[in-house]
């Protein structure tokens, strides 16, 4: 069974910087795009950053410039740096792997930044 595990959640001060992780296991395969999405509350989740298998990445228009998505030396890995990070910010950010039609999701992991 395919899981992806998120971590590096936490809380933070606005300005300051945080790395999530998410390792994905239970597959053979390389996924053929993994991204972030993000849900605040009272809000509808959105897509943050997505990287594809031959290193492609497209990031949400609010977050260009400060955060930035990789993928990991390990297989179906990914990573994403968060610079510079506002209260807005703040949301469950969910690892999303997808191979063909087939998404995968994780639980989140909850980033808080304080003003």
């Known amino acids: 069974q395919v899981q992806l595990v998120e971590s590096g959640g936490g809380l933070v001060q606005a300005g300051g910087s945080l790395r999530l992780s998410c390792a994905a296991s239970?597959?053979?395969?390389?996924?053929?795009?993994m991204g972030w999405y993000r849900q605040a509350p009272g809000k509808q989740r959105e897509l943050v950053a997505v990287?594809?298998?031959?290193?492609?990445?497209n990031y949400a228009d609010s977050v260009k410039g400060r955060f930035t998505i990789s993928r990991g030396d390990a297989k179906n890995t990914v990573y994403l740096q968060m610079n510079s990070l506002k209260p807005e910010d703040t949301a469950d950010y969910y690892c999303?792997?997808?191979?063909?039609?087939?998404?995968?999701w994780g639980k989140g992991t909850l980033v808080t930044v304080s003003s």
């Open positions: 999303n792997a997808r191979i063909s039609t087939v998404s995968y």
């Open positions: 239970g597959i053979i395969f390389s996924f053929n795009a």
């Open positions: 990287i594809t298998s031959g290193g492609s990445t």
